[in-house]
């Protein structure tokens, strides 16, 4: 079993940074696709990015050169950079482990999810 605890998140003006974060408890998530995905109110859960064991990413198109997903496998932690915040970008951030390394962007193929984090961004 994985718990996944993600921080990080806040309220911030267009333009800004933040660094949100996963640590995993339980067992190593080195071997796992670690992924975010975001939640917007009255919107469905919607993929952000995704890093495999090898440190492969993929992005959705809607954050591609603003946000940045990497992994510290000894901290058993994922980080997600945000850049250049836009208000759309405004959601509950959530972080998730796919027990198999089988790259996927469908929020329903993620075995284990952390509580999320808000992130909301004013104009």
């Known amino acids: 079993q994985v718990q996944l605890v993600e921080s990080g998140g806040g309220l911030v003006q267009a333009g800004d940074s933040l660094r949100l974060s996963c640590t995993a408890s339980g067992r190593t998530i080195s071997d796992y696709l670690m992924g975010w995905f975001r939640q917007a109110p009255g919107k469905e859960r919607e993929f952000v990015a995704f890093?495999?064991?090898?440190?492969?990413?993929n992005y959705a198109d809607s954050v591609k050169g603003r946000f940045v997903i990497s992994r510290d496998n000894a901290r058993n932690t994922v980080y997600l950079q945000v850049n250049s915040l836009k208000p759309e970008d405004t959601a509950v951030y959530y972080c998730?482990?796919?027990?198999?390394?089988?790259?996927?962007?469908?929020?329903?193929?993620?075995?284990?999810w952390g509580q999320g984090t808000q992130v909301t961004v004013s104009s």
């Open positions: 998730a482990a796919r027990r198999l390394n089988i790259l996927t962007m469908r929020w329903d193929d993620y075995d284990y």
């Open positions: 890093i495999t064991w090898n440190s492969n990413r």
